[in-house]
């Protein structure tokens, strides 16, 4: 079975543990603009792509030069602070060795711009590993609206029954039963077990991502 299915991997708070640098990269630009939010109104959005955490966080109307202008700058931020300190999940590398050496196709699939994800990729060390990359850059529409991972297996070459994704967050969780593919979820910075009733199955840890696990959810 394993070389006619495929993995799809969320990249923020399942391979690398991103909340603090992203939270603390939009703590910096919202204040410009003397914005606040609380830790409840950032982990609801957290998970989403940029332009869509803007339109939820920021109290007033942003036009759409303006999303684009905080978008550009808050991922600029992030990304100095991860370069200084990469954040990377225990696990996550020899996961993804493990699961191609036994025939499953890898995918990435993230809401984050596409610089993020290459940059995460880079210092992973996992880019010779994956079939395909799928960002926040290459669809119209974020999470929880499937389009990432469905454009994930397609690059793939597979049917969505046969992908399982992993992810941390709930929009990430909706997006893959909307796309009609099995979901497991991960317990990350931030995250409780009971958010995840739809998933299914929850891990606490990418040791628990095993050939055997993502070949149980395909036939269940």
Not at 112 to 135: F, H, M, R, S, W
Not at 136 to 144: A, F, H, L, T, Y
Not at 164 to 173: F, K, L, N, Q
Request: hydrophobic share 40%; glycine share 8%.
């Amino acid at each position: 079975m394993s070389d006619t299915a495929g993995v799809i991997f969320d990249m923020d708070g399942t391979l690398i543990d991103s909340y603090e640098p992203h939270r603390q990269s939009w703590l910096i630009v919202a204040e410009k603009d003397g914005v606040t939010f609380t830790e409840e109104d950032y982990q609801k959005a957290f998970g989403s792509v940029s332009r869509e955490i803007v339109s939820m966080l920021w109290p007033f109307e942003v036009s759409w030069e303006k999303c684009l202008e905080i978008d550009k700058e808050k991922e600029a931020v992030y990304r100095e602070m991860v370069k200084k300190r990469f954040p990377a999940m225990p696990g996550a590398l020899g996961m993804i060795q493990t699961l191609k050496s036994r025939g499953f196709k890898l995918a990435v699939g993230s809401s984050g711009p596409k610089e993020n994800v290459q940059l995460a990729n880079e210092q992973l060390g996992i880019t010779p590993y994956l079939d395909a990359a799928v960002t926040g850059s290459d669809v119209e529409r974020g999470k929880p609206d499937p389009e990432i991972f469905l454009t994930a297996a397609q690059k793939m070459g597979l049917a969505p029954n046969r992908c399982v994704v992993v992810e941390d967050a709930v929009p990430g969780i909706n997006a893959a039963r909307a796309a009609g593919m099995k979901c497991i979820a991960i317990l990350s910075t931030g995250h409780f077990p009971e958010e995840f009733i739809h998933a299914n199955h929850v891990i606490r840890s990418l040791a628990e991502v095993t050939p055997e696990l993502i070949t149980r959810l395909l036939t269940e």
